[in-house]
């Protein structure tokens, strides 16, 4: 399974503002630190604003920050949002599908992903917020 760039970029914004749970960021200044591009990084933000991840203040001295506490984001629940399917194969289409066993194990395979995402928080993939926060100011004095 392929998780798309939209959710990519989600988890990406997530755990910037993980990093920096007492600022206010700017889409630019999360898009320069990953060096990707901030008209995306700007839908994904959105989007987020509007699950309630991340709260938004606006004007000049305006940004973003997480909008409840790291623990109480939940991975799989973020990436249930941000994908448009999971459908592994194309088995709807398929004339053998009624009778072949790989339907199954593959909607038994998503089960499992998505019950391993399940398991984690924000606050479990920030646990070397210190790491990631040094990786990010490496590169910003580079």
Known sequence: ????????YAMRVLLYL?????????VSEIARAYGVSQNHL????NDL?????????RGRFGGM????????INVGAVIRHTEEGFALADCDACVIAPACGLTVALREALAAFMAVLDGYTLED?????????ALFAERESA
């Open 1 to 8: 399974m392929r998780l798309t760039r939209y959710t990519d």
């Open 18 to 26: 993980g990093t920096r749970p007492d600022q206010l960021c700017s």
């Open 42 to 45: 700007m839908k994904v933000a």
């Open 49 to 57: 604003v509007r699950q309630g991840h991340v709260t938004s203040v």
């Open 65 to 72: 920050r997480l909008g409840r506490p790291p623990g109480e």
């Open 125 to 133: 993939l920030l646990a070397k917020r210190l790491d990631i926060g």
